[in-house]
């Protein structure tokens, strides 16, 4: 039987890709890896191992769920052990021989591994899965885009962090350089010198890679909010094309991933509430950029579960397209 190992299974990421793999009914024996701090600890009737060197030896497939550190740590120990690793972290994404994948977007990529596939930013999943179909009609230029994003994009820590501080706003945040609870917090991730976080940068160059086209400009404010879960993203999109509100919304009724919930004046649109635990996109508040009057541009607000989809979701999929490509 194929063994998968899931590396980080105790975090945010991890634990629901345990949940992914049993809800698509995939069989094969698990290992679950963690650091010291958690060996013997139990989840779902699977004792957690401390990820060592030797960790790797005879598994098939590893779904990565560790930060960029921990993960340059053991992917050497990974590919040295022949193993086919899906990863989750921003390590590997932009090299040139790791295809970056969607399989919504762009499935065909997964043959071209070289025993590594990376897991785009979550945000990204999201915005792209609500803008394919309207980037495969109209060629998408330029996107303006505001994220909105929730605690636990910052793992279990970020989900600590709003817990304690419900309860007293004076507990310091771990995650966050400030205080979260009843607040928003425009910064995620480093800037540079041009005042742009590293997590703004990811969606224009991951866009990029998945589109095949490096002329997409991207201009991306990400901002932290007091959400347990599901990111929310305001996007407007500049297009090649002539665009149409009725036909984008007819597209988006048929995209794959995508639930289209745009009745404005009925008070349907997608809320991250309603998109948290399970895994499709919801798009609404479809309208004409009426500061254009070439009528190329669209505005849209989308909302998805960031560890589901963003993160576990994606990563079980394309396992999935693996392991039927490999029977
Ligand atoms: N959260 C999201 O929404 C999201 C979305 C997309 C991508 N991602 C990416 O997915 C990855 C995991 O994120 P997360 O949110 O799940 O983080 P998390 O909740 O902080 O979990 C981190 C995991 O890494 C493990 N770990 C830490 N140090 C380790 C070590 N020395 N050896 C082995 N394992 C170690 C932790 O184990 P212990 O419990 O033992 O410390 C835990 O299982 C990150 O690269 C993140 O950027 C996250």
């Known amino acids: 039987m ?27 024996n698990l290992k679950l890896l963690a650091s010291a701090r958690s060996k013997g600890k139990e989840i779902d009737g699977h004792i957690v191992e401390e990820l060592t060197q030797e960790s790797f ?27 086919i690793v899906v990863d989750n972290s ?15 977007v762009n499935k065909e990529d997964i043959k071209n591994h070289h025993g590594l596939i990376a897991n785009p930013n979550c945000a990204t999943i999201i915005a792209l899965v609500a803008l394919h179909a309207l980037h495969k009609k109209y060629h998408i230029k330029r996107m303006i885009v505001t994220t909105f994003q929730a605690v636990s994009g910052a793992g279990v820590q970020g989900i600590e962090d709003l817990k304690n501080q419900i309860e007293d706003e004076n507990i310091p945040s771990k995650a966050f350089p400030y205080q979260i609870a009843f607040n928003l917090i425009p910064q995620i991730g480093d800037f540079d010198d041009l005042g742009i976080s590293k997590e703004e940068w990811k969606m224009q ?9 490096d002329a997409l400009k991207v201009n991306c404010t990400c901002v932290r909010v007091p959400i347990w879960r599901s990111h929310s993203e305001s996007i407007t999109i500049e297009c090649e094309n002539e665009v149409d509100v009725n036909e984008a919304r007819e597209l988006l009724t048929h995209a794959k991933g995508v639930l289209l919930k745009d009745d404005p004046k009925n008070q349907i649109y997608p ?17 004409k950029d009426i500061t254009d009057e070439t009528n190329h541009t669209l505005s849209l607000f989308c909302c998805g579960d960031q560890i589901r989809k963003g993160a576990a979701t994606n990563a079980v999929q394309i396992l999935d397209e693996l392991l039927k490509a490999n029977d």
């Open 57 to 83: 030896q005879g598994v098939d497939y590893v779904l990565g769920a560790t930060g960029n550190n921990i993960t340059k740590m053991w992917m050497p120990w990974a590919k040295e052990a022949g193993c």
């Open 271 to 287: 809320m991250p509430k309603d998109t948290t635990n399970q895994d499709l996109v919801y798009v609404g508040r479809i309208r």
């Open 205 to 213: 160059n991951e866009a990029r890679k998945m589109w095949h086209d």
């Open 90 to 104: 921003s390590a590997y994404r932009l090299d040139e021989d790791v295809p970056l994948v969607i399989p919504e």
């Open 2 to 28: 194929t063994t998968i190992a899931i590396a980080g299974a105790t975090g945010a990421v991890g634990q629901q890709m345990l949940e992914c793999l049993k809800e698509r009914n995939i069989q094969a």
